[in-house]
């Protein structure tokens, strides 16, 4: 749709590219023997990045909120050591001095899609921005969102579609794959798609992954567990490694008829 | 996904099975020509089922309100010729009298969902029904609505996910693909998908064809129309012959990764 | 704010003057006993109108579906003996021939804002039609479908807005009284509120009757029940006698500040 | 409705006692003269609070961001003047420090009523915290934001309903009164309303400032300017003088009906 798509560097790994990009971890990064499984296990099955929360955003300040900072040295050694670069999310613009020498990718969650302030400061960085929609906000706010961190000097900017609130009840968001084409005929920035958070649902997001590479994004994120039913937050939309290997041997297949490749 | 798809027969075309569906035509039935090309055409490029309508629903009570029951007798012709099963829509329980003989399917649209007095009269009758969701339907109300029609024992129902009504405003709605594994895994009745109204904007309409086949829906209905810049309703989300062409190429690659074929 | 309010009468009453219309009553028309303490008492304490559902319009065929036909001659002389018009939902327009004679209003629920077919019928008769919004109808939308009934003759109008469908889940649907003025600024049709679908909890309701009346509606239409925890349909959205004795003495204040009167 | 409001003090005036609070003031502050003319002039129409933006949340990075730090000292010596406390936004933790001296009330954006970040850190000071919802926040998760302030130990939260995003594009956003009494029934915190960005249209706010007091909230917030056509932000939303005098005139009379005073 006639807008080439900008190419942003994470690591070894080249978002927008011919290849189709996964991004694949826990939720929350709970303890070294979690992260090193689903690092290990996905990387295997075709996961080139490593998400994983250190900093977590809870609506409920009673809620596990994440490891903090005192887990950053680990967490250092285990990514080299898997060779996966690093996707986390950043809540705090205080936080990004410390998470700068350990973090390949800043991912800007939902809520603070409108946090200019936090934007601003990332724009003074080099570090890619994964920008996740606000789960209200029109496309066009999205976008004008990622000009806060570009006129700042930072060209690295990933969006990431996420679901958007809506009326309906039976999905935890409303999942707009409608919005890629619209976003790729008017920006040149990547987009990935989020089926996990999109749809709070661990059953329907191997079917949205697919979906999403026939809708014409360039990645997708997804959230795997060794053990969904003991994660400290958002277990019951992560995939297990079983599900998550099914969901990449078919996804596979759609990309290739989509002409690009997962490697 | 667990629930085995009901095949629904229209014609000689089996929704549900292994074949993947493409109901293809103008938004309304404007003339014989207009009508024929569309069928023509379509059917050339993988078609099975002709959509038309007769009878429009319109917001405003001055807009074009559809041929009307005069233009029966050679849509009967007409059909007959390409061979096609005709798909239209029904808006009032009093013309499935003058209808039936003629329609293959019957379509109830998105404003008619909640309609009951209409689903009931038509689950007297066995012709297949095409159940449209409500824009603002949860998916529970629609699996309801769908035992309206087949609890007066007509089993001949597909639902087909339509796009919902959200706060977004660069789409004419918000096309849910989500939904189409949560129905799957709890109804047996095939899914089909409109982009054309899931999106209202031609550009993003084969995005979203594709997206739908990789969702694991059962097929899709799509506008088609010889001039789309002089249709009487809905040309701005209406596919010329040539964006329908080059859809169907590329839909056919992602039916067969998904496991399934166009015919 | 400029448009003159055009006056509908009922019976006896006048939606739209300088009087304040409160319609109250069951959900459900249930048995004679309920109709009668429901009528004597809303009579009582302010109410001029008198609802009560004969056709029920319920998202499960399984529910309860209304009395029907059988009950229209007692109510008949119900009604007659409360000297209470009545106001009632039509869902079928087969059903306008049996009820003309007994009916004083015929209420469009929200599901049938868009069933065409059936307002142009009620335009065709002089009763008086009240006009509930669709729970996810545009405004304009709105306006439009009034036309309709409007187009066949029918002057007789009375617009109702009863919430809309939104994400939140803390009410059943979000009353939009910012629509009142609005509408009024643009259309002389007289507007009422129906806060007990609006919000769908009883205890929200009076607060919801006195904003209406704050927001410059012409009048409420409010749920009543002798014994709401045992009524055949939402009961939990329904007033007993002494919350809607309450709600009215606060509300024949609200009016008076407004310059409007409950007589 | 049960739960005892806790009153919030704000200089001499107090928030959720038995006076009805009216903040009201420019959107931005531009320069002395239009502050000064803005808080004279609702000062004496019954006005206790003066409102005005120095740092502003602007969707597009391009607008007109406020005028910052620069304005402080003026500011602070026109408030000494006017004798009104001053609430004003604050988007960045970092600007509590110089903004500490001057501020009476932090007002929190609805685009950062998620910024837990920013929220704990003006848990820690005394200064009371206006709370706008988030305009896509369920009330539950609204009054958890509130938790982040409470927590960290200030007391001296106040809520402000501002409108939620919806399907609806008549009105900026859909102001969700029935949310007042949900709100109160459950929490000690005072409740405002803002019927200017409620509403998005001036023509509207009147007539939700009095819906605002009918439904029970303990004040409201609303936009005035000396010239709304020339204002440097949302002028289309904001109040003459003229249509300030006459809705405060008119409020007054609703206030009196609710059982509590202006002043």
Not at 127 to 144: D, H, I, N, Q
Not at 194 to 206: C, E, I, R
Request: charged letters at 20%.
């Amino acid at each position: 749709m006639g807008v080439k798509t900008r190419v942003v560097q994470v690591g070894q790994h080249s978002i927008g590219s011919q290849a189709f990009t996964v991004i694949a971890g826990p939720c929350s990064v709970e303890d070294q023997n979690q992260l090193r499984l689903a690092g290990e296990f996905t990387q295997k099955n075709g996961a080139r990045l490593l998400r994983g929360g250190i900093f977590k955003m809870r609506t409920d300040p009673a809620s596990f909120q994440g490891l903090g900072l005192q887990a950053l040295e680990w967490i250092s050694s285990l990514k080299k050591e898997l060779s996966m670069p690093l996707v986390t999310e950043i809540t705090d613009a205080r936080h990004i001095e410390p998470l700068l020498p350990v973090v390949d990718m800043f991912q800007v969650g939902t809520r603070n899609m409108y946090n200019y302030a936090l934007l601003k400061e990332l724009g003074k960085t080099k570090t890619p921005v994964l920008l996740k929609r606000g789960f209200s906000a029109l496309a066009e706010e999205w976008l004008l969102a990622a000009e806060y961190v570009l006129k700042e000097g930072n060209p690295n900017v990933v969006l990431c579609e996420r679901g958007i609130r809506t009326f309906e009840k039976a999905t935890r968001n409303t999942l707009d794959l409608g919005i890629v084409p619209w976003v790729k005929a008017r920006s040149d920035l990547p987009v990935l798609v989020d089926p996990s958070h999109g749809t709070g649902v661990s059953a329907l997001v191997p079917a949205m992954c697919w979906a999403a590479a026939a809708a014409g994004a360039d990645g997708i994120m997804v959230e795997v567990h060794p053990d969904p039913a003991k994660a400290k937050s958002d277990g019951y939309q992560a995939l297990s490694f079983e599900a998550f290997g099914q969901m990449m041997a078919q996804l596979r297949q759609v990309v290739k008829a989509m002409g690009r490749s997962l490697d």
